[in-house]
């Protein structure tokens, strides 16, 4: 173990990667984080604020894409680092890439959400405006990195080329909360290219996944096909479905929600399972 800070004990093996990022943030004193309670997001606030001392502010951005339940978590973790926060609302579905759910919806709803972030940040007087993409983001179908990109928003997670992996790992070290919290995605990658969005459907979309949570499910998604709903679990968690009664529970719920049949994905979960076969 070496001693970095003179407060935290980082391994050896870990070590380049913690000082990257320390210089990746060394020119800023003062900033914004757009802040999501994610795993990513929330050790790049704690490291700003905690490790570096920096001015921070963390901004959680509230649109009709994410879910209630994941605001309240984002707020929740704030509170427990004791991190200042502020919530800004942008109705994204006002705009007609994100509303009939195009191909091109997530670069849209990006540049929305970080064109109104930054005139925020200036408001405050907290520049620059920053964000979690960590480096496996690089090599993944991200349209909205680069609205972000374009608007000027830097990524220091990337750019010290920490992956997810070592920064949960960092994450645990230091004893964060979410350190092991399961990656999240906006409601609209539950339903297909081109199905208009609405606020009553992604409502159905929130309401039968914080059912399947409420049931004890780890990893849950909801697709939606018309009037159809796809399940995805874990397949570790598949038994747990098959049983008569939580199939049956599930089945009404579902049906009370306006679902005319209901699946079950036998892949299990997938990141990104939406995406196959149309980027």
């Known amino acids: 173990m070496s001693d970095v800070t003179g407060r935290f004990q980082i391994p050896h093996a870990l070590l380049p990667k913690w000082q990257s990022l320390s210089l990746e943030l060394a020119p800023y004193d003062r900033m914004t984080i757009a802040f999501s309670g994610g795993v990513d997001s929330t050790f790049l606030a704690w490291f700003a604020a905690k490790a570096l001392l920096k001015d921070v502010l963390l901004v959680l951005i509230l649109n009709p894409l994410v879910s209630d339940r994941e605001n309240q978590e984002a707020r929740n973790t704030a509170r427990q680092l004791d991190l200042p926060y502020e919530e800004l609302k942008v109705d994204v579905l006002i705009h007609e890439d994100v509303a009939n759910n195009s191909r091109n919806r997530c670069y ?19 520049h620059p ?8 983001d690089l090599s993944a179908y ?3 990195r680069r609205a972000a990109h374009e608007l000027g928003v830097i990524s220091p997670l990337a750019r010290a080329g920490l ?19 399961p990656s999240q995605s906006c409601l609209a990658t539950r339903v297909p290219y081109g199905c208009r ?20 499910y780890s990893l849950v998604r909801v697709r ?8 995805e679990l874990s397949p570790d968690e598949f038994h747990k479905v098959f049983e008569p009664a939580a199939r049956r529970q599930v089945l009404e719920y579902f049906t009370e929600l306006g679902f005319i049949h ?11 399972s939406a995406d196959v076969g149309v980027v």
């Open 108 to 126: 849209a709803c990006k540049h929305a959400m970080v064109s109104a972030l930054s005139e925020f940040a200036k408001v405050l007087g907290y």
């Open 129 to 136: 405006v920053l964000d979690g993409t960590n480096a496996d």
């Open 142 to 144: 991200r349209p909205g």
């Open 163 to 181: 992956s997810k992996a070592e920064i949960r790992e960092f994450s645990h070290l230091v004893g964060l909360p979410n350190w092991n919290k």
């Open 197 to 216: 969005l609405t606020g009553e459907l992604l409502e159905r979309i929130e309401r039968a996944e914080a059912f399947l949570l409420h049931l004890g």
């Open 224 to 231: 939606i096909h018309d009037r159809n709903a796809r399940i």
């Open 262 to 272: 209901v699946s079950l994905d036998l892949a299990g979960y997938r990141s990104g």
